[in-house]
């Protein structure tokens, strides 16, 4: 049975700031990519729990890579929203944008899409809110995410296959 109330995706929409010090940086002094990812998991279950009113935790991330490095002394700003509910999961999809605060020229860092299963008190999925989709943008992006799904579960059992086969042998 689905969660009661659909909501949409700017009522859960999450944007999230951070700003850059020395202690977020490799030896050129670029953020660490686990730390952006760090962050991206924060922004996207932020945004995942004020959809789901439940815990909401990550089961996946898809492939993404890092387009432009961000500094010591930029800004970063998460943006994260959902694209798609299902029957216990989410997508949310995330940007990284790094700024210069004194220019206030901005790039994009990553982009990717997160999944998030809603969970209860003993970790066990419980269905989610359906979404409404307001703009033809919301209704493309769903029905991208639905092709997205598929290949992510196709993935999902080939690894696992694969993974089990090779501790075989
Ligand atoms: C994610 C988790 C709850 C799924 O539990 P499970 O027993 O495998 O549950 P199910 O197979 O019934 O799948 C439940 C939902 O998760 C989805 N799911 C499971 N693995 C997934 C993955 N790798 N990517 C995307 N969705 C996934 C399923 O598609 C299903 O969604 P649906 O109900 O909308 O169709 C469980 O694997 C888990 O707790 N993992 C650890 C999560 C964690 O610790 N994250 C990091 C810290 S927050």
Redesign the pocket.
């Known amino acids: 049975m689905q969660n009661s109330s659909a909501r949409t995706p700017s009522r859960s929409r999450t944007t999230m700031t951070e700003y850059v010090l020395p202690t977020h940086a490799n030896a050129l002094g670029n953020v660490f990519g686990g730390q952006i990812l760090a962050w991206m998991d924060i922004g996207a279950?932020i945004c995942a729990q004020r959809h789901c009113s439940t815990i909401a935790?990550?089961?996946?991330i898809d492939n993404l890579a890092f387009e432009q490095p961000i500094q010591v002394g930029h800004v970063v700003r998460i943006d994260a929203w959902v694209t798609a509910t299902?029957?216990?999961?989410i997508e949310v999809a995330v940007i990284v944008y790094g700024e210069n605060p004194i220019s206030t020229e901005e790039w994009v860092c990553v982009r990717a899409f997160l999944?998030f299963?809603a969970?209860d008190d003993a970790?066990h999925?419980v269905a989610v809110p359906a979404l409404v989709l307001e703009t033809e943008e919301e209704r493309q992006q769903e029905q991208e995410a639905h092709e997205r799904?598929a290949y992510?579960?196709h993935q999902?059992q080939h690894n696992r296959h694969r993974l089990t086969s090779s501790q075989r042998s």
């Open positions: 279950a935790v990550t089961a996946g299902f029957r216990t999961s999944s299963v969970v970790g999925p799904r992510r579960l999902r």
